[in-house]
C-alpha cells in the first residue's frame, strides 16, 4: 500500500482560475504534514505545513482531516508562476522503528499548468 | 536566506565506480537527510543522521551505501560500486531540530544528477 496517493494530473488551468488538489495517506500515525511544490529538475521547496485547523497563505490554502486521512490544496487566482509539481508530503517520526527523526513520505505529485 | 548546498550538480561515472556525493547542511541544523529520485518517480527518503550516527535507513540504502559528516559542515554520501539504477538526482536535506510536536520542517538543497553508464 503506497503511504501517499495523490492525483497525478496533469491539472490545465488558465490564469485566474482556482484549482484543488487532494492527497491520501495510509499512516495514521503521520505527525506532520506539508506541501512541497517541486520545478522540473530542482528540488522540492517548501510550500506550506498543513494542519488540523485549516491555514491559509495567500492564495493558498491547505486542510488536513485526520479522521479520514486526507489532505487539500486550494490555489485561488492561478498565476503562470503556480506551473509546477505539487507533493504532498507526510512526516513519519517511528518511534517503533527506533528513529526520533521525521522520515518524509512523498506522493508522486500532482503536475499544474497554468496558461495564459 | 541560508541554504542548504550540493556539489557536484552533476556527476557521470562508470558502473562499478566509486562516487562521493557532497552537502553543505544549514549551519544550525542538527538534522540530515539523503533522498533519491529516479527520473519520473517519486522521491524516496534513502537515510538519516543525527549526532554522528545513522538514525534511519531505507531498504534502498544497502551496504554499498554510507553516510559520513567529516567536519563540522559537510555531510557526504558514497555508493562504492555504482550500479545503472544508482541513476537518479540524489537531494541532500536538512532540519533544525526533530522533537515530538515540532514540524521539524526539512529543507532541500538543489540536488546531485548522478548518472551511471
Known amino acids: 500500500r503506497k503511504e501517499v496517493e495523490q492525483d497525478p494530473g496533469p491539472f490545465n488551468v488558465p490564469e485566474g482560475a482556482t484549482v484543488a488538489f487532494n492527497c491520501t495517506y495510509s499512516?495514521?500515525?503521520?505527525?506532520?504534514f506539508f506541501w512541497y511544490r517541486q520545478d522540473c529538475r530542482k528540488e522540492p521547496k517548501l510550500l506550506m505545513s498543513v494542519y488540523s485547523s485549516g491555514n491559509e497563505d495567500g492564495r493558498f490554502t491547505a486542510q488536513l482531516n485526520r479522521a479520514s486521512q486526507y489532505i487539500s490544496l486550494l490555489i485561488r487566482d492561478s498565476k503562470l508562476s503556480d506551473s509546477a509539481t505539487y507533493l504532498c508530503v507526510v512526516n513519519n517520526r517511528a518511534f517503533d522503528r527506533g528513529s526520533t527523526l521525521g522520515r518524509l513520505y512523498f506522493g508522486r505529485g500532482t503536475q499544474l499548468t497554468v496558461w495564459p | 536566506e541560508p541554504e542548504v548546498t550540493q556539489t557536484p550538480s552533476h556527476q557521470v561515472t562508470q558502473m562499478g565506480q566509486e562516487v562521493i556525493l557532497r552537502c553543505v547542511p544549514i549551519s544550525n541544523h542538527l538534522y540530515f537527510y539523503w533522498y533519491r529520485q529516479i527520473l519520473g518517480q517519486k522521491v524516496e527518503f534513502l537515510v538519516s543522521f543525527y549526532n554522528n550516527e545513522i538514525s534511519e535507513k531505507s531498504e534502498i540504502f544497502d551496504d554499498q551505501f554510507s553516510v559520513e559528516r567529516p567536519d563540522g559542515s559537510n555531510f557526504t554520501l558514497k555508493i562504492r560500486s555504482t550500479k545503472l539504477e544508482d541513476s537518479a538526482m540524489y537531494f541532500c536535506a536538512s532540519s533544525e531540530r526533530s522533537g515530538l510536536g515540532s514540524t521539524d520542517t526539512q529543507y532541500f538543497g538543489p540536488g546531485t544528477r548522478l548518472t551511471v553508464l
Open positions: 499512516n495514521s500515525a503521520s505527525q506532520s
